[in-house]
Nanobody, 125 residues
Framework: QVQLAESGGGSVQAGGSLRLSCEAS??????????MAWFRQAPGKGREGVSA???????TYADSVKGRFFISKDTNKNILYLQMHSLKYEDSGMYYC?????????????????WGQGTQVTVSS
């Protein structure tokens, strides 16, 4: 089992920055966890893949966040980060951390086995 706990959400004005963190515990260092990702969901909308990272550090980004969001991880501390810059109103939503094994479609939520409870990001225009 892997437990994921997000933090770092909050309210920010458009154009601002936030850094989200996701601390993994349990079997987080298990070699079978090969992919981690960030997803978000706005009220009344479906879940959207934001960014994903593989064990070797390769990153994938949704087109809507390319050049503004950056995913990284501290393997020693088992923490996943999402640095968000130039935030827009449409970036608002609940942000979730996810972990999975041998994920093929990096931004597809169904590929991920473990999920955190989420952290809220609110961007005011």
């Amino acid at each position: 089992q892997v437990q994921l706990a997000e933090s770092g959400g909050g309210s920010v004005q458009a154009g601002g920055s936030l850094r989200l963190s996701c601390e993994a515990s349990g079997d987080a260092h298990d070699r079978f966890i090969t992919n981690m990702a960030w997803f978000r969901q706005a009220p009344g909308k479906g879940r959207e893949g934001v960014s994903a990272i593989e064990r070797d550090g390769s990153a994938t980004y949704a087109d809507s966040v390319k050049g503004r969001f950056f995913i990284s991880k501290d393997t020693n501390k088992n923490i996943l980060y999402l640095q968000m810059h130039s935030l827009k109103y449409e970036d608002s939503g609940m942000y979730y951390c996810a972990a999975g094994r041998f994920v093929a479609d990096k931004l597809r939520g169904l590929e991920y086995e473990y999920w955190g409870q989420g952290t809220q990001v609110t961007v005011s225009s």
